[in-house]
C-alpha cells in the first residue's frame, strides 16, 4: 500500500509581492510635483466638504429645532395616541440603514478579488485567507470612517438636545454597526453550497435581530453610554473573528463575482453614470423564474406593440426584488411618520418627497436593461413612441398602486379627504414615467472640455445627463404635495395632475434619443 503525503502550502503571499513590485514600478515614474498637487487637490475638496457639511449642519440645527416645535401649528398625520419610546424613529432609520449596508455589502462581496487575480492567485496551491484579508479589512475601515461622517449630520438633526461629545460617540457607534453589517454579509458569504433554504433564512433572520440591537445601542450611546458601546465594539470582533476563521471556505467563483461587482460600481462612479451603478447593483448570481410570466408571454400577441408589451410585461415579472426598495421605502417612511412626534406638514411632506425620490427608480429596472442597446429598440416594426410607451406601461401601473396605497394610508391616518387617492394615482403614472426617462438617460460627452469646480473637473453635458428623470418626477410630484397640504382635492388641481402626469408621459415618449 502507497501513501500519499500531503504538503503544506509554501509560504509565499503573491498578493504582498504583487503590491511590493506595483508600489516600486510607480514610486520610479511618479514626480513629486505631480504627487504634491494630488494631495493638494484632494485636501482642498475635503475642506470644501467639510465645510459645506459643518455649515449644513449649523444651518438646520436652528431651522429644525424650530420645526419640531409642538407648537408650530397644523400637522399633516397626528402622532398615535398611545405612547411610544423615545428615539423610536431615529432607531428605526439606523436600523433602515444598517439592513441597507449589509445588503449592498453582500453584492460587492465582501470578500472579493480582481479578475487577474481570482484567475492567477486562487488556481495556486496557496492559502486563500492572506489573498483575500487585506482587501477586506481595508474594506471594513472605510465602511467604519464613511459611515461615522456621515452619521453626523443626521444625528445632530434627530437629537437636539445631545451634546458635541454624545453625537460623536454616537456616530462611531453606527460606524461599528456598519461594519457589522458587512461582517454579517460575510457571513451569508462563506455559508455552505448545501445550506438549505430554511437554514438561510433563519441566518437571514439572526443578522437582521443583531441589527435591531446595534441600531438600538446607537440611540442609546447617543446619551453617554460607553457601556454600550464597548459591547458594540466587542461584537464587531466577535464578528470579525468568526469571519475571518471562514475565508478559506468562500469559492473563488464568489470571490471573483464579488471583484467583478466591485469594479463594475466603481468603473460606473468614477463615469458618473447612475444607470451603470444600479445595473451593476443589481446582479445576481442566479435568476428567477416566473410561471405567471411564461403563460402571459406563451399567449402570443395579434399586433407588434401587445407582443412588445406582453414582453415587458414577462421581463417585469421575472425581475428579482423589483419591490423589496419601493416596500421598504413605504414602511420606513410610515414608521417614522408615526414615531416622530408631532411634525410641521412641511417637514411631513419633505419626508414623502425623498420617499418618493428614493422608490421611482427602482421600477425602471428592466428599462435600464433595455437601454443598454437601444439600437435594438430600432429594429422593431414599431415607432420609438410606441416603444417607449410600453416600457412606461408597467412601471406607470405599478407606481400607481404604490402612490395610491399610500395616500390611502394618509387618508386613514386623517390626512385630508379619500379623493388623495385619486390624486396619488395619477401622480404615478407620471412617476412611471419618470423612471422611463432616467433609464434611458443621456451619456455624458465626454469630447467637450470638462468645468472646473471645488470638487474637481466635471464633464460639461453631466449635469443634464443627471437630473433626466428628476425633473419630471418632481413636475408629477408637485399637484400630490400641494393636495396634502390642503387635504382635499379641488376639481382643479386633479385636472392639473392629470395634465402634469400627461406631460412626463408624452415627454418620454416623443423626446429625442441619443
Given at each position: ?16 509581492y504583487?503590491?511590493?513590485a ?22 482642498l ?36 395616541s ?94 461599528v ?24 433564512r ?27 458601546a ?8 466577535a ?24 469594479g463594475?460600481t466603481?468603473a ?9 451603478v444600479?445595473?451593476?447593483l443589481?446582479a ?14 406563451a ?5 407588434p ?6 414582453a ?6 421575472r ?14 417612511f410610515l414608521?417614522?411618520?408615526?414615531t ?10 419633505g ?48 407606481l400607481a398602486?404604490w402612490?395610491?396605497?399610500l395616500?390611502?394610508?394618509?387618508v386613514?391616518l ?15 403614472v ?6 422611463v426617462?432616467g433609464?434611458y ?16 473637473p ?9 437630473v ?31 395634465g402634469?402626469s400627461?406631460?412626463c ?10
Amino acid at each position: 500500500m502507497t501513501t500519499e503525503t500531503v504538503q503544506a502550502p509554501p509560504s509565499f503571499d503573491p498578493v504582498r509581492y504583487t503590491r511590493q513590485a506595483s508600489r516600486a514600478f510607480s514610486r520610479g515614474r511618479t514626480r513629486f510635483r505631480d504627487a504634491f498637487v494630488d494631495v493638494y487637490t484632494a485636501v482642498l475638496a475635503l475642506g470644501t466638504i467639510g465645510a459645506l457639511a459643518v455649515g449644513l449642519v449649523l444651518a438646520l440645527r436652528e431651522q429644525v429645532a424650530q420645526a419640531w416645535d409642538a407648537g408650530s401649528g397644523r400637522t399633516l398625520v397626528a402622532p398615535p395616541s398611545f405612547a411610544l419610546p423615545d428615539g423610536t424613529a431615529a432607531a428605526v432609520l439606523v436600523f433602515a440603514a444598517l439592513v441597507t449596508v449589509m445588503s449592498v455589502a453582500r453584492k460587492f462581496g465582501p470578500a472579493a478579488v480582481s479578475g487577474p487575480e481570482g484567475y492567477w492567485w486562487l488556481s495556486l496551491p496557496l492559502e486563500r485567507r492572506p489573498m483575500v484579508a487585506g482587501r477586506l479589512v481595508r474594506r471594513l475601515l472605510l465602511v467604519w470612517a464613511g459611515a461615522s461622517v456621515l452619521y453626523l449630520p443626521f444625528g445632530f438633526v434627530m437629537d437636539l438636545e445631545t451634546s458635541v461629545r454624545g453625537q460623536v460617540l454616537a456616530a462611531a457607534t453606527f460606524g461599528v454597526g456598519a461594519v457589522c453589517a458587512v461582517l454579517l454579509a460575510g457571513l451569508q458569504q462563506a455559508r455552505p453550497a448545501s445550506q438549505s433554504a430554511a437554514e438561510r433564512r433563519r441566518g437571514m433572520l439572526r443578522g437582521l435581530l443583531v441589527l435591531a440591537l446595534l441600531s438600538l445601542i446607537t440611540g442609546r450611546v447617543a446619551a453617554g453610554s460607553w457601556v454600550l458601546a464597548a459591547g458594540g465594539v466587542g461584537l464587531a470582533i466577535a464578528l470579525g473573528l468568526l469571519v475571518f476563521s471562514r475565508l478559506d471556505r468562500i469559492p473563488g467563483r464568489e470571490l471573483i463575482r464579488g471583484g467583478a461587482v466591485s469594479g463594475h460600481t466603481g468603473a460606473a462612479v468614477y463615469l458618473m453614470d447612475l444607470n451603470e451603478v444600479g445595473r451593476a447593483l443589481s446582479a445576481e448570481p442566479d435568476g428567477v423564474a416566473s410561471d405567471r410570466a411564461a403563460h402571459w408571454y406563451a399567449r402570443g400577441g395579434r399586433t407588434p406593440f401587445g407582443a412588445l408589451l406582453r414582453a415587458d410585461t414577462a421581463a417585469f415579472l421575472r425581475t428579482r426584488g423589483l419591490w423589496n426598495r419601493p416596500v421598504l421605502v413605504l414602511a420606513v417612511f410610515l414608521v417614522v411618520l408615526l414615531t416622530g412626534g408631532v411634525q410641521p406638514p412641511l417637514l411631513q411632506l419633505g419626508m414623502l418627497a425623498v420617499a418618493v425620490l428614493a422608490a421611482v427608480p427602482a421600477l425602471g429596472a428592466v428599462a435600464r436593461r433595455t437601454a443598454i442597446m437601444p439600437g435594438l429598440d430600432m429594429l422593431l416594426p414599431l415607432s420609438v413612441s410606441i416603444v417607449r410607451l410600453s416600457r412606461m406601461a408597467l412601471p406607470a401601473a405599478a407606481l400607481a398602486l404604490w402612490t395610491a396605497v399610500l395616500c390611502a394610508v394618509l387618508v386613514l391616518l386623517g390626512a385630508g379627504d379619500p379623493s388623495l387617492i385619486a390624486l396619488g394615482a395619477l401622480a404615478g403614472v407620471g412617476f412611471g414615467a419618470s423612471a422611463v426617462r432616467g433609464a434611458y438617460r443621456v451619456q455624458p460627452d465626454w469630447t467637450l472640455p470638462p468645468k472646473d469646480t471645488p470638487f474637481g473637473p466635471i464633464p460639461s453635458a453631466q449635469a443634464g445627463s443627471m437630473v433626466r428623470g428628476l425633473d419630471t418626477t418632481l413636475l408629477a410630484l408637485v399637484p400630490l404635495l400641494l393636495g396634502l397640504f390642503l387635504g382635499y382635492v379641488p376639481w382643479v388641481l386633479l385636472l392639473a395632475q392629470a395634465g402634469f402626469s400627461a406631460m412626463c408621459v408624452l415627454v418620454v415618449m416623443y423626446s429625442q434619443p441619443k
